[in-house]
């Protein structure tokens, strides 16, 4: 079994203040991440994703329930942690704060070169980081590795995350909002990146966004998490065209969609003719809406 | 000028009655804006601009980050700050009772009253543009206090109650800080300023990045509701044009400093004429289109 398999997991925070008051931010996730497959997250901020990520990254300890890598349950310290990390890695949003702009680029990569066994001299470090480098078209690779985060772009500073978290081998990738801080004209093809790299390693991906509309197009299954528990899941295609649950279907018609042109204007022109004030306000309790 | 006064002429417009008319009139004029930031070497944020808002209209200004949309709406406003400087150009306000102002001209108080007055401002970064050491009721207050002295702290009160209500708040968030607030409340609260003096225009940069999407929704019918209620003008800054199309009368494409492509969202969207924009739309893929439209190729584009 080569799979990351994440089981019945729930994450209870407790809340200031309150003598044991509990939140509960993940409740009873399971789902399988296979190699050369991915699996999109999605859901509203506050839903609950970015901890399930978190946990697989073993950022945070799940309140019951267990993360089992092939078949086998995951440390949460020590070498065997250690050996987890060789297979499963993060991306995390913020190109801008995940890249320590003391250090260059090569010692970026160098780090977990090292510290999983990767490179053991010099020359070898500089091989495989130059390796790296070009396999997230970061070329010329000799002039990038010496530059600092600053000197990059922000599509630039995400194929340098990513190729971190290439480095130790891993064979599982969270992606948790990868390209929401990038501009709009690099999105793609940073994703088209990470698809070809998912091609090229059989990687597992679990891709964590908001956007519906490339989490149709750039993985095979679509979670929907709502209030710490997934409320829908499928081929992508299948949840997009057909979604069954109500939150499913309120988060398709809020996805800005060019087709609707003007509709907007005319409802809201339609709700104030009949006087209603703006109706489907907090409409799930959404927070803040 | 006296609040109650302004309030009763923004209850007696109609609503909807801006649906004909907006397209016309133009409400502010940019000529030959050129904005460069002095460093070296100089950076030419913005290129020879001219721009027409028209009353009552959404004009979206798309552009992805650095190509100066922002430095643009600021310049609007004279709210560059060294080493920014407006190297050339006039933006005239035409205010409603027909008399002209010359924006860049403008110095001391007599900007100062109009600033937030005629064009109010809605800032990148719902979450950190409010002040997090006073409460909302303070901060909407200091509107007040700083624009219309004449106002009763009574009349404050109303009228800060009022503006939550139309924003969607609960007034009773008055007395919270920022903090307690959700990010989409906070930009709602954001708005509510805005809306304090009845301007007539608002300039909204970003207003919604930072937040997901069904909060986002909720803020976007709230301001086409209350546009349609105070016939204000926007211009709207994104870098997401789906969105864009959806809302905007018109559309700009900003690249480089320069609007390459000038039209309505409809135009934009159906017959895109730069290479720029046809690429812009096409960095978006479709969400209910078929799956040919774009497909995960593995390549970089």
């Known amino acids: 079994m080569k799979n990351l398999e994440v089981k019945h997991v729930v994450k209870d925070f407790r809340l200031a203040g309150g003598r044991g008051r509990k939140f509960r931010a993940v409740d009873d996730v399971s789902f399988t991440l296979e190699p050369g497959k991915t699996i999109a997250l999605v859901g509203e901020s506050g839903s609950g994703k970015s901890t399930v990520a978190r946990m697989i990254a073993k950022l945070e300890v799940p309140t019951s329930g267990e993360i089992l890598l092939d078949g086998k349950a995951s440390a949460t310290r020590g070498r065997a942690l250690d050996s987890y990390r060789h297979n499963v890695q993060m991306v995390f949003q913020d190109p801008f704060a995940s890249l320590n702009p003391f250090h260059t680029i090569r010692h970026h990569l160098e780090r977990p070169l090292r510290l999983h066994d990767k490179a053991k001299t010099t020359a070898e470090v500089d091989e495989q980081v130059a390796h790296l480098l070009e396999r997230v078209n970061l070329v010329p690779t000799a002039s990038v590795a010496l530059r600092r985060p600053h000197e990059l772009s922000g599509g630039q500073r995400q194929r ?7 480095a130790p081998g891993a064979r599982f990738l969270i992606a948790d909002e990868p390209v929401s801080m990038l501009d709009v004209s690099i999105r793609l093809s940073v994703l088209n990146l990470l698809a070809r790299l998912q091609r090229e390693d059989n990687l597992g991906v679990l891709y964590i966004t ?9 993985s095979d299954e679509i979670m929907v998490m709502f209030k710490g528990k997934v409320v829908e899941r499928g081929p992508s295609d299948e949840v997009i065209r057909n979604p069954q649950h109500e939150y499913t279907k309120l988060l398709l018609s809020a996805a800005p969609n060019p087709e609707n042109q003007g509709r907007l204007r005319e409802e809201v022109l339609a709700e104030m003719n009949l006087g209603a004030q703006a109706t489907d306000r907090d409409r799930f309790g959404t927070r803040g809406m | 000028m006296n609040a109650s006064l302004d309030l009763q002429s923004a209850s007696q417009r109609i609503p909807g009655n801006f649906g004909a008319s907006h397209g016309q009139e133009p409400v502010l004029t940019a000529h030959d ?10 950076v030419h944020a913005v290129k020879n601009v001219s721009l027409t808002l028209h009353r009552g209209e959404i004009l979206g200004l798309a552009g992805e980050s650095g190509c100066g949309k922002s430095t643009l709406a600021y310049g609007l406003n004279q709210l560059l700050k060294p080493p920014a400087l407006l190297r050339s150009g006039d933006v005239t306000f035409h205010d409603q009772g027909g008399t002209d102002i010359d924006v ?9 009253a109009f600033r937030w007055d005629k064009i109010s401002m809605v800032f990148q970064g719902a979450m950190n543009s409010l002040n997090p050491v006073i409460t909302v009721r303070a901060q909407l207050f200091d509107v007040f206090t700083t624009h219309r002295p004449g106002m009763s702290k009574k009349e404050k009160e109303e009228r800060s109650q009022e503006l939550l209500r139309q924003v969607g708040v609960d007034p009773s968030r008055l007395d919270s800080y920022a903090h307690q607030l959700s990010g989409g409340m906070r930009q709602r609260v954001m ?17 919604t990045t930072a937040l997901d999407v069904v909060v986002q929704r909720g803020i976007l019918r709230e301001l086409m509701r209350l546009r349609e209620t105070f016939g204000f003008a926007v211009i709207f800054i994104t870098h997401d044009l789906p969105l864009l199309l959806e809302i905007s009368d018109r559309i700009a494409v900003m690249l480089r400093g320069e609007i390459v492509e000038l039209n309505s969202a409809a135009n934009i969207y159906a017959r895109p004429q730069h290479e720029y924009t046809q690429r812009l739309l096409g960095s978006f893929p479709s969400l209910t289109g078929d799956r040919g439209a774009f497909i995960r190729t593995g390549e970089a584009i």
């Open chain 2, 191 to 207: 708005i509510a300023m805005a809306l304090a003096l009845n301007p007539q225009v608002m300039i909204m940069d970003e207003p």
């Open chain 1, 160 to 166: 340098v995350a990513i190729a971190r978290a290439l």
């Open chain 1, 210 to 218: 908001h956007d519906l509309a490339t989490a149709r197009h750039f």
């Open chain 2, 104 to 112: 860049v001209g403008l110095e001391g108080d007599a900007l100062r």
């Open chain 2, 33 to 42: 804006i050129s904005i460069t930031y002095e460093v070296e070497p100089p």
